[in-house]
DNA sequence: GCTCTATGTGTCATTTTAACACTTTCAAAT
DNA sequence: ATTTGAAAGTGTTAAAATGACACATAGAGC
């Protein structure tokens, strides 16, 4: 037998259900993702934050819980990507003997469910608890291989992150509150994954006005100094109530 | 107790996991989905064709089964919505009942997947069978409630398909092999819920290449004839795979 | 042959895009 | 004090895309 009775009590974990986070941060060069790192028979492990969520939870409180539980980051607003349910997506020998070390039910077929959410780095230190090891923050591209079904879960991510930031001012969330037009420049570089033209992007980004320039530069760097921007938030959700469609480079 | 003991045969469903179906059809006026009627204590409820997945199934293959099973539709590329998991998306008194003349586990947790698919109406008459009383395309602006959390994933199926239509020529799996530029135009309007400029709208899809006039014109109509027209496939797979990002009214 | 109805067509002003190179400002090193 | 290195900042132009707009045409039914 290999599920047990399952009473209803409000704190029960659902074994068939999994949520799991993918959480981008931006560190001015390239971006990077949140993982954990799982002890298991053969060495450490790459995950991404997730876990069963409870039987009388929302998805996405469950998403929030987890994220915190294992990580220690509180408060993120997470978006949906999709479920992931191949009956196989744990079925790797290196995963089945962790699982068997955490999970009530280790052998249960468990769907999860992807959030995805991108956050000021500097504003959150991880910190791991619970079956989370550590938890660091990884530059994408160095991410070969994660386990379960994670990396397939990273590259949803990135490709939703890539569609999003084409209707959705982002740098919002990824950057601090003051920046420069070369940060946000480069940001959108690392998510599209192409260069743009210095003159067109400034162009463009300025006649959106969703940027406000400061009476502040940039001091100590080596070279001519920037001027600091923060976003103009008014005019941001201005945008954003009228469906803004256009964010295209 | 609520739930029972679960044994671990390949052909067992799944109590956690359902999946929903949105089928979007077009009948040269306006956007239909396909529904599935109920018989239940009080008399009949409309409700988006599901079920719970069996244990070892993709969420795909549950998807198309479940579809096949409830209106006989087939072979039908779904694509997935995402998740609907409140945990009181089914307790409405009229779904309880329901659930109880047909569920092994009545009361269980249930989080659905939704997949939305478009289809060419006259291609699929729908045949109801399992606990379908029924199954018929209903106008989508006549539908105002729907079993469970129906309504809700109608509603971001819409939103889904008003994105997709951007970027994808989506024309092609709603209409018949030959047709006009106005039956094409009329779904764009249908899609988008606005009008578009006539002449721009033929400007702009003639200039993608994705259809092809044909020497063949409508026939018997009491006005003048219209042009046919048909999709050209090579050009379409050539589109889609540059990642075509505009196709924006 | 008259009427009704949907088809089909072009222009122009405005806006948007993409491509492209040099000067400026500061810190650090000499 | 001068030089050097490194990133910031800035404008023009040609080509393409957009949005607004009105009237002649072809067939069916009477």
Known sequence: MRKEIKKNTALELNPNVSVDCVIFGFDFDKLNVLVINRD????????????????????????????????????????????????????????????????AQPDARV????????????DY????????????????????ELAFDHYEILQAAK??????????????????????????????ESILDKPLDKRNFRRKIQKLNIVMSLKEKQRGVPHKPSQLFMFDKDQYLR????????FGF
Do not use: C
Not at 58 to 71: F, K
Not at 111 to 122: G, L
Not at 168 to 177: A, D, H, K, T, V
């Open 111 to 122: 769907i999860t469910i992807a959030y995805f959410s991108f956050v000021k780095m500097e």
């Open 239 to 246: 945008l954003m109530q009228n469906g803004f469609d256009n």
């Open 159 to 188: 490709s939703r992150l890539k569609q999003m930031i084409k209707i959705r001012p982002i740098g919002f969330n990824l950057l601090p509150e003051k920046f420069t037009l070369s940060q946000l420049h480069k940001l959108y």
């Open 125 to 144: 230190q991880p910190q791991a608890s619970s079956f989370a090891k550590s938890a660091e923050w990884i530059p994408i591209n160095d991410i070969k």
């Open 40 to 103: 298991y028979a053969n060495g450490v492990q790459r995950a991404l934050p997730g876990n069963l969520i409870y039987d009388d939870e929302h998805l996405d409180q469950a998403a929030n819980r987890v994220l915190e539980e294992l990580t220690g980051l509180q408060h993120i607003y997470l978006e949906q990507i999709g479920a992931f349910g191949d009956p196989q997506r744990i079925s790797k020998e290196s995963d089945r003997s962790w699982l068997q070390s955490i999970r």
